[in-house]
């Protein structure tokens, strides 16, 4: 029986794509170069911009080494602006999603998230969404990030949940057979109707 549900959020319970792109124009735009360069050499590519989802890597640092000319503070009150505004940051939200986790809290089930995010990100994701959920596991806080398997053991240590009791939601396959590997049930997320329908076979 499952006795906790365990949510990754980008993608999930916030689309976070949009916003994130909204922001990454206008960095490029400051570098002098398009969204799709700077996707490509600064975020998809770079194993640093990875450092920040464990707290390796400070945003100053790194602004400062990829552009040089232009100060750090420029690029952070773009994030500050757009990151900030919390009715663009809701527009994207999963509000289904966000009700299903809702509801299954009000069973009396706990529900956390576990997600790869940046450390310069958190206040955003705490305005905003974590309190949402009765426990977080965030990559930056504990220094590893999906697909490590020993992220997952981190679920432990919230409560006497025996793998077989926990139930994982992420959009990306890597990271549900990651979790599967350790004896944890795992859902991959498609869309709304999908996982609710999915979700129906645990009895939540």
Known sequence: MVTTVVFDIGNVVWRFRPVFDCVFTKWAKLMGISLRQFRLNYYEKDHLYCKFETDE???TSWLTEICPDVP??????????IFGNDHYFAKYFNKNIIKLILSIRQSGISVGCLSNTENFFYPYLKKNILHNFDYQILSWQVGLRKPDPRIFCKIFKHGKFLPSEILFIDDIAINIAAAKKQGINGILYRNESQLIWDIKKYKL
Do not use: E, G, T, V
């Open 57 to 59: 890597l400070k945003l």
């Open 72 to 81: 750090p503070k420029k690029f952070l009150d773009i994030a500050a602006d």
